[in-house]
């Protein structure tokens, strides 16, 4: 049903483009599928623009729009509006939030509310949809969306020709390869959401992950019933394996413990500006075990890791 969902959007894209001449950037398509979705998109940047944007749509009738500067809570990038009917179909207005450190979403969350515009069910839909922030559970409808964000925001017939000249016979997908790519195809386009676009578009087995301190469910319940002393590990916190990895089992669990002679526990545990010669390493996956003697597939892959934060993204590649 998912890929269903995701094809379904995928055609009416393609529908969109034909008839529209040539489209060769981001931008234009963006203004095509807008155009037929009856979709108008706002960024507010301050709030002054919030109150000026929510007066002007208020005094057109839509009183749905007082409570704009409350559905842009501090966990809410973008919300869309589905605005009173003209007569003839529906209409939306769409806010991205560009405020702060918001802005460095602005390009996701502009398309993850035209995914939602795109996937409008009118019998069963409110009148407003949110994009916040990820807690530890998703909302299954915001899962697709996302999906299908992804799908239009590296459109395949745009971003397929960079990403192969940029890939050009290498054996991997690097984060310098996705920062050429994201200069070349777009770039309002965050990086960390390039490289995920460049590990699903690899032709090569990879994952990527991302890894950071946290507790196992058995170390939380003792945690819960009062045990002290107890300290987190490195772990995986998010695994996304591309459709090579896939077909040949490549696999990553979460959360599992990474190994402290991984250089991605090497990379967690030193100051950024002493990594950089050594953020690569080829390692086995054998060499990762869980606590009950478990341990992956002795697969040999090449691993580049770069310290975000306090979190570390790795790509890993089967050499």
């Known amino acids: 049903p998912v890929e269903a969902i995701r094809s379904f959007?995928?055609?009416?894209?393609?529908?969109?483009?034909?008839?529209?001449?040539?489209?060769?950037?981001?931008?234009?398509?963006?203004?095509?599928?807008c155009v037929h979705l009856n979709l108008t998109v706002h960024e507010v940047w301050s709030d002054e623009d919030v109150?000026?944007?929510?007066?002007?749509?208020?005094?057109?009738?839509?009183?749905?729009?007082?409570?704009?500067?409350?559905?842009?809570?501090?966990?809410?990038?973008?919300?869309?509006?589905?605005l009173t009917k003209d007569g003839r179909r529906t209409r939306f207005a769409a806010v991205i939030d560009c405020r702060g450190e918001k802005q460095h979403r602005r390009y996701w969350t502009l398309w993850h509310e035209i995914a939602h515009a795109l996937t409008y069910v009118e019998q069963s839909q409110l009148a407003l949809r949110r994009t916040t922030a990820s807690g530890p559970t998703k909302d299954p409808i915001e899962k697709i969306t996302d999906m299908v964000a992804g799908d239009f925001a590296f459109f395949d017939s745009l971003f397929l020709p960079v990403f192969r000249a940029e890939l050009n016979g290498d054996r991997q997908v690097s984060f310098r390869l996705a920062e050429r790519v994201r200069q070349r195809f777009c770039a309002d386009a965050s990086l960390a959401a390039t490289i995920n676009a460049c590990v699903t578009a690899a032709p090569m087995p990879t994952i990527l992950i991302?890894?950071?301190?946290?507790?196992?469910?058995?170390?939380?319940?003792?945690?819960?019933?009062?045990?002290?002393?107890?300290?987190?590990?490195?772990?995986?916190?998010?695994?996304?394996?591309?459709?090579?990895?896939?077909?040949?089992?490549?696999?990553?669990?979460?959360?599992?413990?990474?190994?402290?002679?991984?250089?991605?526990?090497?990379v967690h545990?030193?100051?950024?500006?002493?990594?950089?010669d050594r953020s690569t390493a080829v390692e086995n996956l054998g060499d990762w075990t869980t606590s009950d003697g478990g341990r992956l597939p002795a697969i040999e892959v090449a691993i580049e890791a770069?310290?975000?934060?306090?979190?570390?993204?790795?790509?890993?590649?089967?050499v």
């Not at 959007?9 to 599928?33: D, H, I, N, P, Y």
């Open 9 to 33: 959007c995928r055609q009416k894209g393609e529908r969109f483009l034909r008839g529209a001449g040539k489209v060769t950037s981001m931008v234009e398509l963006q203004r095509v599928v």
């Open 51 to 82: 109150q000026a944007l929510a007066r002007q749509y208020v005094a057109a009738g839509e009183v749905i729009f007082s409570t704009l500067a409350r559905q842009l809570s501090p966990d809410a990038f973008g919300v869309l509006f589905w």
């Open 210 to 266: 991302e890894a950071g301190l946290e507790y196992k469910n058995s170390e939380r319940e003792r945690i819960a019933a009062g045990a002290q002393g107890i300290v987190p590990s490195l772990r995986v916190l998010k695994s996304i394996p591309n459709e090579a990895a896939r077909a040949t089992h490549l696999h990553i669990p979460r959360p599992m413990r990474v190994p402290p002679t991984s250089v991605i526990a090497r």
């Open 269 to 276: 545990d030193e100051d950024v500006e002493t990594i950089l």
């Open 306 to 318: 770069r310290k975000t934060g306090d979190h570390v993204l790795a790509l890993l590649t089967v």
